[in-house]
């Protein structure tokens, strides 16, 4: 009896933006604890950026690596800053007996030095970047080459007695060529970063007027993404005290509440947002009429989707129960995939607390609303109203 061929099932792009993630967490840690000295870590960035990065094994020789594949789901176009090689061209005469020469530092997203030049990330893996005994190096050479002799991904036995030796050149403890890879490792990290705050940061503005609460939970909006690790994002009140409920892409939940009370029949502008700072934290915050009434920072990042049309959105109800006994209003909507600074965040503020209103759209008892994933209509179920605004 035979067994029968393994089946091969495609990854969704949202398993694709967690592997992404998580491998954004790898490099960044690793970093830190090199910075501390602990420079075992460097096989580990190796193997990482080769995976991500370089790696053209048989069977993928023709898929776009993670970086870039993910930076195509997003529409990203990924572009750098590096040194051009000039030396040849400034002195001719210099490569004659030249035994060593590292160039394209430094790289950076932004321009750092007038001389610096635009290039594409995938063009520079294909740069010369070190030269050793007649022997040119290219940046992905130069992964892959690290990575086979350390073992950071798979491990070579056999190397160029040029590369062994280039590779034991170095100063304060560190080879030069795995210098040229710390900095390739930190611009992955500012590249990864900012591709994954275009995912999962946010900010949510709602203007709405609660009328009495009931002693029951009562949900506002309810986003549930389907296909997922329940993946959620819930605004509701218990008793009066606001309470936010976040479940990002991996299943990681946070339940938040708020001491101060919501003012029932009185029109509130309310603000949330959610980002992930420079150094792969949580902060997430809450805005109430202009005022700061909650300012969190979690160490463990949430890798949200601030999509919401992808979420099967409901007003005035949850995702497991359907009617509640709670009535309010709603005035505006507003969602941004980004979180400004604090400055312009209160320009939006005043611009939305100052906006003459018309009317509400009012949810009475046991009336919802509800959005299907993928659209933008909201359908209304029960008595759903639009009354005159009230501030």
Do not use: W
Not at 47 to 54: C, E, H, I, N
Not at 264 to 286: G, M, V
Not at 345 to 350: E, H, I, K, P, T
Not at 357 to 371: A, P, V, W
């Amino acid at each position: 009896m035979t067994n029968p061929e393994p089946e091969n099932v495609k990854k969704t792009n949202l398993d694709k933006l967690i592997e992404f993630f998580h491998a954004v967490r790898i490099i960044y840690d690793s970093k830190t604890l090199i910075d501390k000295g602990k420079f075992y870590q460097n096989a580990i960035i190796y193997g990482q950026l080769r995976a991500l990065l370089t790696d053209r094994t048989k069977d993928k020789r023709k898929e776009l690596k993670p970086l870039f594949e993910i930076a195509k789901i997003l529409g990203t176009e990924i572009q750098i800053y590096y040194m051009p090689n000039t030396i040849e061209k400034d002195l001719p005469f210099i490569k004659e007996g030249m035994i060593l020469h590292v160039s394209s530092l430094p790289v950076s997203i932004e321009r750092q030095l007038p001389a610096q030049e635009k290039i594409s990330l995938e063009d520079y893996l294909n740069v010369e970047a070190v030269s050793y005994k007649g022997e040119s190096y290219k940046v992905s050479e130069i992964i892959n080459y690290l990575s086979d002799k350390f073992g950071g991904s798979h491990y070579d036995s056999k190397l160029s007695r040029n590369f062994s030796e280039l590779s034991n050149i170095g100063f304060n403890n560190q080879p030069i060529i795995t210098n040229l890879i710390l900095q390739i490792a930190d611009l992955f990290v500012k590249i990864g970063l900012n591709l994954v705050k275009k995912i999962s940061d946010f900010e949510y503005y709602i203007v709405f007027r609660p009328e009495q609460f009931s002693t029951e939970e009562n949900y506002f909006f309810d986003y549930v993404l389907p296909n997922s690790n329940k993946s959620r994002i819930a605004l509701f009140c218990f008793q009066g005290k606001l309470r936010l409920f976040l479940n990002d892409l991996i299943g990681r939940a946070v339940n938040l509440e708020v001491e101060q009370l919501l003012e029932p029949q009185k029109t509130i502008l309310l603000n949330i947002s959610h980002r992930i700072t420079n150094d792969l934290k949580s902060e997430i915050k809450i805005g109430l009429d202009g005022n700061s009434i909650l300012d969190l920072v979690i160490d463990e990042p949430l890798l949200m989707l601030n999509e919401l049309h992808s979420y099967h959105a409901f007003f005035n109800r949850s995702f497991e129960k359907e009617m509640q006994a709670f009535e309010f209003g709603i005035g505006e909507i507003l969602v941004r995939s980004e979180v400004g600074e604090d400055s312009k965040r209160m320009v939006l503020f005043n611009y939305l607390l100052n906006k003459k209103r018309e009317e509400l759209i009012y949810f009475n008892k046991n009336s919802y609303g509800q959005s299907p994933p993928g659209e933008l209509d909201i359908k209304m179920t029960g008595n759903v109203e639009t009354k005159k605004y009230s501030a």
